[in-house]
């Protein structure tokens, strides 16, 4: 007796396999393979044997190199160990890991916090769990894949409306039955474009609706906010937002997520959440890493100030060059470039990357509205010298990759 | 009351504008198979008929809205229920 033949399960991805093989065929480095060979700083790396600016790393406060952090990671994997080797309901659970989730507490002025292992798991943690069975989620149609597959795993029934429109998120919470839970969703900044979201008007109509808020700080930790809270802490909505979830592998500087909140039955949700509770915890030294980040990250004035400097110079120096910007000022630490099509945009990044310069390129479905993106991200420590060279290399990588710049008005 | 002729014939005037490969569109046409639109079109296009007869289609229904003729009478259904 012979098998019947065996179905390719991936023959699914040939049509991408195709698009990926026929841009790489036009002889530019692929925007999604780069291996960085050498880190020097949290704005310099080398790549291909040559020495690159970083503008694409979300780290936005610098900390992956502070000798403070190091130092704790250090100690902690001597006194601790490699890793954990288990979940943080059963042996995953160190005196490191509590202090971290204390330092979280503190960091946000919340009563509970939880430390998930990556960002991505804190989102499809908590949006899947806080909303079941005849709930209702209701994101913004920019949302991050994390959001979108929490949803995906809950059994909520799932609601989205335009990227920061309050009278459309209103519509379509008035269409909703008033007895039924609601959860909304948010994010300070959304990371394609790098806008930042109307929380005020967003959290008000959501509150008026009987809905319990979601934001999602993952882009805004550490530099929005009187405390480096975030956007909502900065925008006054404190008080009217339930839970807020964020990330170390950005401001922190490492790996792994969080959410806070004040809500008195919080602590249940480590006995509920999958994301949580059947995955390894944090290895010491990452949870350690980043428990001296987030206190220094607390009075990192100086920081803050320069990081939004250096954004304003890269906003503006772009600007001045004719080069088209997703927004009008600069809203956020994330600066995102407008281009024309696929195939300019992987001649630009390539260039960019020939000359020593890595941002992220972005396409859609990634991105909303089908738009093409060079995203840059800005440090504290990039100097003005750093991003003086970057402005340099984008007129120059514009000119070879033949895109047209814009006239300054 | 709205009735699925009219539904329908309102839903293929919605979806016209973003037929971009100009297939013919019947009741059994597949938004990502015949049409090729990606999700976030699909979601957006949801969006509008949600806004056309306000009311609530969640995006956990899209799974099973597969053709054109599944989407009429996923609407006229709803509308019924609305009364």
């Given at each position: ?9 991936l023959a ?11 841009l ?6 692929d ?19 040559r020495?690159?600016i970083?503008?694409g ?5 610098g900390?992956?190199f502070?000798?403070?952090?190091i ?21 995953g ?23 998930f ?15 079941g ?24 029934d ?8 309050v ?6 919470l ?27 008007e ?16 993952a ?8 405390h ?28 792994g ?10 602590e249940?949700l ?15 030294a990452?949870?350690?890493c ?52 696929q ?7 390539s ?5 020593g310069?890595?941002v ?23 100097s003005d010298?750093?991003i ?15 895109l ?6 | 009351?709205?009735?699925?002729a ?12 973003l ?16 049409m ?13 008929m ?21 989407v ?6 709803l ?5």
């Amino acid at each position: 007796m012979t098998n019947p033949p065996v179905l390719d399960l991936l023959a699914k991805y040939d049509p991408l396999i195709a698009e990926h093989a026929g841009l790489l065929s036009t002889g530019i480095r692929d925007p999604f393979g780069i291996v960085m060979e050498k880190v020097l700083s949290p704005t310099e790396a080398i790549i291909k044997g040559r020495h690159t600016i970083l503008l694409g790393t979300y780290n936005y406060m610098g900390m992956t190199f502070d000798a403070d952090v190091i130092e704790a990671g250090r100690q902690a994997l001597t006194d601790f160990g490699a890793g954990t080797t288990g979940s943080r309901v059963l042996n995953g659970t160190y005196q490191t890991h509590a202090a971290c989730e204390e330092a979280l507490k503190g960091f946000y002025g919340m009563s509970h916090a939880m430390a998930f292992s990556t960002g991505y798991q804190a989102n499809l943690g908590m949006v899947s769990t806080l909303a079941g069975k005849g709930d209702f989620i209701i994101l913004d149609a920019d949302s991050h894949a994390s959001i979108y597959d929490g949803c995906k795993m809950s059994n909520a029934d799932i609601v989205r409306f335009r990227h920061n429109d309050v009278a459309d998120l209103e519509k379509r919470l008035k269409r909703l039955p008033p007895e039924a839970g609601k959860l909304v969703v948010l994010e300070g900044v959304y990371s394609m474009l790098g806008d930042v979201a109307p929380l005020p008007e967003l959290v008000a109509v959501a509150k008026a609706h009987g809905a319990m808020v979601l934001v999602d700080e993952a882009h805004g930790m550490g530099f929005f906010g009187e405390h480096g809270r975030g956007v909502y802490e900065e925008q006054g909505v404190a008080d009217d937002v339930d839970f807020v979830v964020g990330t170390f592998s950005k401001s922190v500087g490492t790996v792994g997520g969080f959410c806070v909140s004040n809500h008195p039955k919080f602590e249940i949700l480590r006995l509920v959440c999958r994301p949580y509770t059947f995955t390894a915890s944090l290895p010491p030294a990452v949870i350690a890493c980043s428990t001296t980040s987030i206190r220094k990250l607390m009075t990192a004035h100086d920081k803050r100030a320069r990081l939004w400097e250096a954004t304003r110079r890269l906003h503006g120096g772009l600007k001045a060059r004719g080069f088209r910007l997703a927004t009008d000022t600069p809203e956020s630490a994330i600066v995102s470039v407008l281009m024309p099509d696929q195939e300019t945009t992987a001649l630009m990044w390539s260039t960019l990357i020939e000359l020593g310069v890595y941002v992220n390129m972005s396409r859609p479905p990634a991105t909303p509205a089908g738009v093409f993106l060079l995203r840059c991200s800005i440090c504290a420590l990039h100097s003005d010298e750093q991003i003086d060279i970057v402005l340099a290399k984008f007129e120059q990588a514009a000119q070879m990759a033949q895109l047209a710049l814009h006239e300054h008005a | 009351m709205t009735d699925r002729a009219t539904v329908y014939a309102r839903i293929i005037e919605l979806i016209e504008p973003l037929n971009t490969k100009k297939v013919a569109l019947t009741e059994a046409t597949s938004f990502a198979g015949d049409m090729e639109m990606d999700s976030l079109t699909v979601m957006d296009l949801v969006a509008s008929m949600e806004d056309e007869w306000d009311i609530m289609i969640p995006l956990n229904l899209l799974p099973d809205l597969e053709t054109i003729g599944q989407v009429a009478d996923a609407v006229a259904g709803l509308l019924a229920k609305k009364g």
